[in-house]
């Protein structure tokens, strides 16, 4: 969204992320040191996030977990399906096709219940490319259709 156009924007002119990841640091312990609890949620994952963009696998799955485990504990999920497909992405950058698989799926019946259209596209366009690994093209196929049709949802 918004906040990391403005992420990107000033931080990826760097060589690393250090500053960027440095912000979102800070604002992670902002936030537990507020005890807010949503916050700390949503700066995991943003680290999460970021950890992947810049191929630093397992740092970014220590802080979808820490995410995972805190949202768990939440009544609202709002943000657990936008965990569980950075969980997926993480695994399938580790060739694990099947976890990623495990984790789309449920993000896919969580966003669904919460009617989170943006989440249920990223599901399903993982899903999608699950299936296409598995040479199940009409399959791939239909799925990436849907998850085409849930992001003009998203765009509208």
């Known amino acids: 969204g918004a906040w990391f156009s403005g992420f990107r ?13 440095e912000f979102l640091e800070k604002s992670l312990n902002d936030a537990q040191l507020n005890k807010d609890r949503k916050g ?5 994952t943003r680290l999460g996030f970021v950890h992947w963009q ?6 970014s799955r220590t802080f979808y977990k820490k995410a995972y485990n ?18 997926a992405l ?9 976890q ?9 019946k969580i966003a669904k219940r919460t009617n989170d259209k ?28 849907e998850a085409l049709d849930h992001y003009e949802k998203f765009l509208d």
């Open 70 to 87: 805190l949202q768990l504990k939440e009544k609202d999920k709002t943000r657990q399906a936008e965990i569980l497909n950075g969980l």
């Open 90 to 98: 993480v695994a399938m950058g580790n060739k694990q096709l099947l």
């Open 9 to 21: 924007s000033a931080y990826t002119s760097l060589p690393s992320y250090k500053k960027g990841i």
């Open 40 to 44: 700390e949620i949503k700066w995991l």
């Open 100 to 108: 990623a698989k495990k984790h789309h799926q449920k993000a896919l």
């Open 118 to 145: 943006k989440q249920e596209a990223l599901a399903l366009g993982g899903l999608a490319s699950i299936t296409l690994s598995e040479r199940k093209f009409h399959e791939a196929m239909d799925l990436f259709q």
């Open 54 to 59: 810049i191929g630093m696998r397992k740092e």
